[in-house]
């Protein structure tokens, strides 16, 4: 990951290549490259940082060339460097790829491709593609792509460069988006419109599974071998819209790409026969894991809420006590942790200065320290004893969505990586929970298209209001944790998250005709309860929005409103159940004119204490 452009036609290709890849930084990297054949022998440029590192050393080198391809990459695999960034090539130099995605088999290709006789030169997972497309090309680029396809499994955007082939791009996509642009005797390829929108507003998008064939006389495009006939849009948004795909705002256009983010988190940790999830950047031994006495999850704000699922989803399944810390107050209670204490450390960014210092200070007392965050080569990443990355990819809008809904996935698969070395869950529940968790990406999609007229709806509520609450019990109280901070941090709605019992101790006071109450109602063992609270909070006036399971009959006749959700296992409802809580806060800042990606007084990243 993160942006692709690629270019073939009349004019020269790097000005045009550079130029889109400027056009992509907002989607944030942190390396780029270019690939370009210029006199029928391919020429890489490649450099670790910012776009002017990678300027700087194509100055002087005068490329004439007509066909090229680009990459700005956000690192999943391999520290940035320049030798990980992209494009990758294959053994003879020939052959270039560009790639976002991630190739769940890499380590098996790569293995089998070194037995080969293949020499590697990067950590990533890409620079498998180029040595296929290299083992099996013969005369057809085209043909070999198709094989190198049949090998992979994972999600990608590729476009592929030969120097043998100096006047055809191929490319391929599954799961991660790649369009093509068609102007006047030259087209592009590019990861988002806003790379190509200053050279044509023509666009074909390509769909799953299709694979393009672009030279300067034209577009074939491919599925299972058979041509397609694509249509091609009229794209009218402007370059700031374009940056935004469409979408009014990045937090919206965030939300909106929660499904693939899923799916990315997931790709290549859940085995194919979902015995069990793979975490290779794991190390942990079953000794190790069993001499685990105590577990401490340390983070701040939205990562905070993510380990408060995690505490309620550790506790069920490994019978281990877990403890949840604020990372600005972790150092300063003399926590009791030692070396039989695994410490967890959420954090998107992987520089959140009060969740660095806690990281430190677990280790100085001798902890084990496993980190989940968002970013490959962050200081957490590089200082925690173990990482399990989050797909979520860059994340613009300073509220945070997409990585909140991977950091929970991040909790789940190490959850249940530590119960498979500690037995402690049946085969079939293991399967059951796995499969679910699989299904979630497309549930989340479903969310998405049929509640947002819904969800608009009700925010208008919060025009006229300056207060609200949240309630739950149990997993659906520490979402409510999460959906009241996305209301006021966006919204400046003052709203509090109270756990379902706690009301008629204080705070059924504060209950006043019509004032607006999101209550969740997804976990079976409580639902009784929680009805009788909803019942409480009803009968004081207030006006109550409903958050609970399709085929639910109950929770209706005591609300106001009712947002469904499609069906999972309770343990995994935080997923689900976050998606329209956003989606409300989204609508109540839109509603109320406030500044929804930039809110007041708040920064993206917190790197002082």
């Not at 491709?113 to 090309?137: I, K, M, N, R």
């Not at 005797?185 to 023509?202: C, L, R, V």
């Not at 739950?472 to 409510?480: E, P, Q």
């Not at 409480?536 to 609970?548: C, M, P």
Request: glycine share 8%; hydrophobic share 40%; with cysteine.
């Amino acid at each position: 990951m993160c942006g692709i452009v690629g270019y073939i036609g009349n004019r020269r290709a790097v000005p045009i290549l550079l130029d889109g890849l400027k056009k992509l930084e907002y989607r944030g990297y942190d390396s780029a490259g270019v690939a370009v054949i210029e006199k029928e022998k391919l020429y890489l440029n490649r450099s670790v940082g910012k776009l002017h590192m990678l300027e700087g050393r194509i100055n002087g080198n005068d490329h004439q060339a007509r066909i090229g391809i680009g990459h700005t990459r956000w690192a999943t695999h391999g520290r940035p460097s320049d030798s990980n960034s992209h494009p990758h090539t294959d053994c003879t130099g020939k052959i270039a790829v560009v790639h976002n995605g991630i190739i769940e088999n890499f380590l098996e290709l790569k293995e089998w491709l070194e037995a080969e006789g293949h020499v590697f030169q990067s950590e990533t997972d890409t620079e498998v593609l180029p040595h296929l497309v290299e083992h099996y090309l013969k005369d057809d680029l085209l043909s070999a792509v198709e094989k190198m396809v049949a090998r992979v499994r994972g999600s990608y955007a590729t476009v592929v460069l030969s120097e043998d082939h100096p006047d055809t791009l191929v490319a391929v996509r599954k799961d991660n988006p790649l369009i093509i642009g068609v102007g006047e005797g030259e087209y592009f390829f590019a990861s988002d419109i806003p790379a190509i929108i200053n050279y044509t507003k023509k666009v074909m998008v390509l769909a799953d599974g299709e694979i393009a064939v672009m030279t300067t006389q034209g577009i074939r495009v491919y599925k299972d071998g058979i041509p397609v006939d694509k249509k091609i849009d009229i794209i009218d948004w402007d370059t700031k819209a374009a940056e935004k795909g469409g979408y009014p705002h990045f937090m919206i256009k965030e939300i909106n790409e929660q499904p693939r983010a899923l799916r990315d988190t997931l790709t290549g940790r859940i085995a194919p026969d979902y015995s069990g999830v793979e975490l290779k950047e794991v190390n942990l031994t079953d000794d190790e894991i069993k001499r685990i006495q105590k577990i401490a999850i340390v983070a701040c704000g939205t990562a905070y809420h993510a380990g408060i699922v995690g505490k309620y989803v550790m506790e069920k399944i490994l019978r281990i006590p877990v403890e949840v810390d604020i990372a600005s107050e972790f150092r300063y209670r003399d926590p009791l942790i030692d070396e039989n204490t695994l410490t967890v450390i959420i954090s998107q960014s992987g520089e959140t200065a009060d969740t660095l210092a806690a990281l430190r200070e677990a280790k100085n007392r001798g902890a084990r320290v496993v980190a989940i965050t968002n970013v490959v080569g962050s200081s957490i990443a590089r200082e925690a004893d173990d990482v399990v990355y989050t797909w979520a990819g860059p994340e613009i809008a300073v509220a945070s969505t997409k990585a909140y809904i991977t950091q929970l996935i991040g909790v789940y698969i190490l959850t249940m990586y530590l119960a498979k070395s500690l037995d402690m869950i049946p085969k079939e529940d293991m399967e059951n929970i796995l499969r679910h968790l699989y299904r979630l990406p497309n549930q989340a999609q479903e969310i998405l298209d049929n509640l947002s007229g819904q969800l608009n709806e009700i925010a208008e509520v919060f025009k006229k209001w300056e207060d609200a609450f949240f309630v739950g019990r149990g997993l659906d109280y520490a979402v409510a944790l999460e959906g009241s901070l996305k209301l006021k941090e966006i919204s400046y709605v003052h709203a509090e998250a109270y756990a379902a019992g706690e009301l008629k101790h204080g705070t059924l006071a504060l209950i006043v005709d019509n004032i607006p109450v999101i209550a969740l109602s997804t976990q079976p063992d409580v639902f009784e309860k929680t009805l009788s609270n909803i019942r409480e909070i009803k009968a004081r006036g207030a006006y109550v929005i409903g958050v609970t399971f399709e085929g639910d009959t109950e929770l209706k006749k005591s609300v106001d409103q009712v947002i469904y959700l499609p069906q999972t296992l309770p343990l995994l409802a935080p997923v689900l159940t976050v998606v329209p809580l956003q989606m409300l806060s989204y609508y109540a800042s839109v509603h109320r004119g406030c500044d929804v990606d930039q809110p007041r007084n708040l920064a993206k990243s917190v790197t002082v204490e």
